[in-house]
């Protein structure tokens, strides 16, 4: 079964930093894309950002210039090295990673379970 996990979610004051693993395990073909969502609460889950084929990135305007996404693709994890933290920034995270398993001729989304953010002024 594959898995994401997610994890360096914490409590941070403004200005600070602050870094989220995911790592992707189980029956893995191919992944295609990895990223990061947020939903605040009485808000839609938004895209943070995104990095594409291992390739190309997309980060949400929000987060341009301080926010860093990264993958290490021995270890199927994404990284979002979080700096200059708002309290706007304050959410769950979710990783997403768009993947194939070895059982599937398609690829899917697949979600972890979500890391809380806090960032206090």
């Known amino acids: 079964q594959v898995q994401l996990v997610e994890s360096g979610g914490g409590l941070v004051q403004a200005g600070g930093s602050l870094r989220l693993s995911c790592a992707a395990s189980?029956?893995?073909?191919?992944?295609?894309?990895m990223g990061w969502y947020r939903q605040a609460p009485g808000k839609q889950r938004e895209l943070v950002a995104k990095?594409?084929?291992?390739?190309?990135?997309n980060y949400a305007d929000s987060v341009k210039g301080r926010f860093t996404i990264s993958r290490d693709n021995a270890k199927n994890t994404v990284y979002l090295q979080m700096n200059s933290l708002r309290p706007e920034d304050t959410a769950v995270y979710y990783c997403?990673?768009?993947?194939?398993?070895?059982?599937?001729?398609?690829?899917?989304?697949?979600w972890g379970q979500g890391t809380q953010v806090t960032v206090s002024s």
């Open positions: 990095l594409i084929s291992g390739v190309t990135t």
């Open positions: 189980g029956s893995i073909f191919s992944i295609n894309a």
């Open positions: 997403n990673a768009d993947l194939r398993s070895r059982g599937s001729v398609y690829s899917r989304d697949y």
